[in-house]
């Protein structure tokens, strides 16, 4: 290939000669490579926030509702899900520099593929492919700051990476509105071609290849099985409401998913409990706060993750924001977080930390309910109100939650636990993300044939909205007879659709505070107190499963 093609050669001289330069004695060297690492995790962060923004411009540019709109989430969130736990295999047996550059490779096809999709079908298909190369850079470039770096200097390194990631979550919504309203949606997954293609060179020249000469067999049966069971689940959650299925939650298809993922549930529950070396450590959860942890992980994985996918919905269409607009009002989020968290650090240190936890939850659950009782007429600074309290709960719960996993965990097996969290937390936010759609479907015709119930023909309160709609239609632009009475009655029945997609809105609100506030009941069975091991905040790997917040 590379006497067929000279510049292939010149330029794999090249890269070997830059790389050259990079000695890894040097004390620089690491810091190079912590910067390396650093676009890698703010990319594969920030698209799992920016296309929240663009997804009212996406519905409309194909033409798609909400029930297939929604995989464009979900995709991602899955493939990121099933690579994480896989990626620390493939590091230690193929090298982490490969995986790492893979990993870029990967998610910047993926971004490629996604702007120039002509369909959703493909855009679904692109969104997998970046998730699976988000899915390595997350866990491996952990990995690979955590190797690098001494204990003294670890915690610098990690406090640099976890700022990648909380800019990513803060900017990310900014970037994509400014994106979607000054250009089009497809800049969104563009903008990641150059930075991935200047990734992929960096790490080619600054970073050193490491194998672990220790690594296990891999688990086929465990990846099969938790691959098949995920993406099976959600799609029958959300294909029983959907549009296209007329046979409803007892049709074949949806009756046949889950059969399917059941039985791959069973499988996987029943491999990883067997093997010697599982593809997900299962047997950690024997662990009693481990245990506990991850299922308030998944609970408020539920409830924020869908959540999230909700606002910017309600913004951009019932209250008119531009993208841009929808995506300002979530930068306060991550900002108050970053400030708020490591107060809370310090503060579980002098009291208990489910005091902090249960606090934080409540919090969080009480901004949803006050988000579910938003209207077309909700007023700017009554929803930032909401976003502020949000990122002052997530900071005061996420560190003591993270410690208070972890507590009683061998070191050797933190990667393990780290990982285990990372994925519960995912499938709790893809499971999320499908089950309030699927709702949100179901509301929307609810209060739509509820409402139009009420609108009888006969009734005088009926025509005399309409005539006063009619009389608004021809002092402002001068219509008049049938054309006005018809513009009456469509201007009439888009305020019940607006109406009704509002109400749903809110019905979901209130569901994901109820869902949050339950997320608080199992940490008042966490064993830990003030004075205990769960306290152990101030060690900085303690604080890696929230980089995805």
């Known amino acids: 290939m590379a006497d067929r093609f000279p510049g292939i050669s010149h330029f794999r001289d090249f890269i070997r000669e830059q790389s050259a330069t990079f000695d890894t004695t040097s004390p620089s060297y690491k810091w190079w490579l912590l910067a390396n690492v650093m676009i890698g995790t703010f990319m594969a962060v920030l698209d799992a926030t920016i296309v929240n923004v663009g997804l009212p411009k996406i519905m409309a540019s194909f033409g798609v509702g909400l029930d297939k709109i929604e995989w464009v989430l979900t995709a991602y969130m899955l493939a990121l899900a099933v690579m994480l736990p896989t990626s620390g295999w493939l590091a230690d047996k193929f090298g982490y520099k490969r995986v790492y550059f893979l990993g870029l490779f990967l998610f910047t096809l993926g971004s490629f593929m996604c702007g120039i999709s002509p369909n959703e079908n493909v855009l679904i298909f692109s969104r997998v492919i970046q998730g699976l190369g ?14 690098e770096f001494p204990a003294e200097k670890r915690g610098v390194a990690l406090g640099f990476w976890s700022i990648a990631s909380a800019a990513s979550v803060s900017f990310g919504p900014l970037i994509g509105g400014y994106l979607v309203d000054r250009f089009s949606w497809p800049l969104i997954f563009d903008v990641n071609v150059p930075i991935g293609i200047s990734g992929m060179l960096a790490t080619a020249i600054i970073q050193k290849e490491y194998k672990n000469k220790h690594v296990g067999p891999f688990d086929p049966i465990g990846f099969l099985s938790v691959t098949i069971f995920l993406p099976f689940l959600l799609y029958a959650l959300t294909e029983g409401n959907a549009s296209t299925n007329s ?30 070396h599982p593809l997900i450590d299962l047997r950690l959860l024997k662990d009693y706060n481990f245990a506990i942890s991850n299922v308030v992980t998944f609970i408020f994985g539920i409830g924020m993750f869908g959540s999230t996918f909700l606002l910017p919905l309600y913004l951009q269409n019932s209250l008119g924001y531009t993208a841009l607009q929808a995506g300002s009002v979530f930068l306060p989020v991550g900002i108050i977080q970053g400030f708020v968290a490591p107060m809370a650090g310090i503060l579980s240190t002098r009291i208990n930390p489910k005091i902090l936890i249960i606090g934080g939850a409540l919090l969080l659950a009480t901004t949803f309910y006050l988000n579910s009782d938003m209207s077309y007429l909700s007023e700017h600074s009554y929803i930032m109100i909401t976003l502020y309290i949000r990122g002052v709960a997530m900071g005061i719960m996420f560190a003591p939650l993270t410690a208070a996993a972890v507590v009683d965990i061998p070191r ?11 994925v519960i937390r995912q499938v709790g936010g893809s499971f999320g993300v499908a089950v309030l759609t699927t709702i949100l479907t179901t509301r929307i015709n609810y209060h739509t044939q509820s409402y139009g119930e009420m609108i009888q023909s006969n009734s005088p309160a009926y025509h005399q909205v309409l005539t006063n709609i009619k009389y608004f239609i021809t002092s402002s632009v001068g219509t008049v007879g049938n054309l006005a009475d018809r513009q009456s009655q469509t201007i009439l029945m888009s305020h019940v659709t607006k109406q009704s997609f509002v109400q749903a809105i809110d019905d979901d609100f209130l569901l994901a505070a109820v869902i949050t506030m339950i997320c608080a009941v199992p940490v008042f069975f966490l064993k830990i107190g003030r004075r205990g091991k769960g306290n152990n905040l101030g060690n900085p790997s303690l604080h890696k499963t929230n980089a995805g917040h």
């Open 412 to 422: 050797h097996k933190m990667g393990q636990a780290s990982g285990l969290l990372n």
């Open 134 to 147: 988000a899915g390595c850079l997350m866990p491996v470039g952990m990995a690979i700051i955590t190797r």
């Open 247 to 276: 046979g409803g939650w007892s049709s074949p298809v949806v009756l046949s998913c889950f059969a399917i993922s059941a039985i791959a549930f069973v499988v996987f529950i029943s491999s990883e409990l067997i093997v010697d």
